[in-house]
């Protein structure tokens, strides 16, 4: 569970980082655009009044520093915000000071969007309102170093006008970001489920195929085998007439094992059903089951309510495999099937009395994919499955599912 929960907070911390950088890149060429703008003013106002060719180049240099820490800012951040911006506030007011006549327009046009840079990288109302309560004490002293005090107060109250407008315009503007932000996470999380959602349905696809394979190509090999079985034995009783009866049944075994395999093949490129009547094709799959092994059947079924056609498709299945194994393993003389459906619930029994074997043991020995597929089928119609074997006494193998489960044929 720790682990488990580092991973989601590493995560989440990732998100977090991720869009903070998100959040900065897309913030830089807006930044630099007004910095130009700021530059510009600067150069122009400081020339007309009093030109200084020596401090405009480092005034250059130091803008061009200024936008370059700007450009890295993910870079600097790394080694605390408070460097950060304690770096470009030395800049800033660095910057003002080689221009004297246009002090005032830099520190107007470069504090607040200091101040605007710092919503995205805190995205808190108390740091941010720090931040600039910071940068305004810092500018009210440069104003009284610079002994502008005529125009001081309408520097200030300019400042603040701007400071407004450009933290409105960010908070918009960030807010923009994240909710693109989230969106593109969203997709991107949903692009994930869906390779989840398709990595499960190949997995589903394989063990359907397993369990198709084995109810129809396995179960039809495995009822023509103990009929060529029979066949051998009565021959060699010199019971030929018996042989050639049981050879025909062989052969209708083998036209239905086909059918089958077919039928699972279309079933694999097309998601219907045939329409059958469930009670009509459990007669029919026992009356094949007692000419093929003679082995005595009785039925019991009453249905009165509709049958799914999931019900029929998995629960024909798991009664054939559920003989098939009488037949196999238990060397059962008497087979008996019930199935009754009381209150939205079907009930399939079947019941032999053959060797039996232990539920535990069998399920954990490998090549016993049949009583695996038995409990598949049955999870797929959302229902339970109770095995009862004692040796010597017989196996009773019964599955309780929902009648409506899946489309109602």
Known sequence: MGKASNDQDHDVNLKIDDGENDRL???RVPIIFWIILIYIDGIIFQNISKPLPLQTILFS?????????????????????????????GIIFS??????DSFPIVLVGLIPTLIGQSIGIYYQTKKVVMVFFGFYLLFCLALIWHHDGKNSVLFIALL??????????????????NARIRTQNFL???ELAHQKVEELTLANERQRMARDLHDTLAQGLAGLIMQLEAVDAHLTKGSPQRAHEIVQQSMSQARKALADSRRAIDNLRSKSASEVDFADAVREEAQRFTMATGIRTALDIKIKSSVSRLLIEHGLHIISECLTNAAKHSHAKN???HILDHQGMISM???????????????????????????????????TIHINSTAQ???SIKVEAPLIKGDVS
Not at 95 to 100: H, Q, R
């Open 393 to 395: 006494e017989g196996t």
């Open 349 to 383: 029994e079947v019941r032999d009395d053959g060797k039996g074997f232990n539920p535990d043991i069998i399920a954990k020995q490998a090549g016993h994919y049949g009583l695996i597929g038995i409990h598949e089928r049955t999870r797929l119609l959302g229902g």
């Open 95 to 100: 910057s003002a000071l080689l221009l004297p």
């Open 188 to 190: 991107n999380e949903l």
């Open 61 to 89: 240099l130091v803008m061009m520093l200024h936008g370059l820490l700007y450009w890295h800012v993910r870079k600097i951040l790394q080694y605390g915000s408070w460097i950060y911006f304690i770096i470009q506030a």
């Open 335 to 337: 087979v008996w099937i």
């Open 160 to 177: 603040i006008l701007i400071v407004i407008v450009v933290a409105a315009y960010s908070v918009l503007f960030y807010r923009q970001v």
């Open 25 to 27: 890149n897309i913030s």
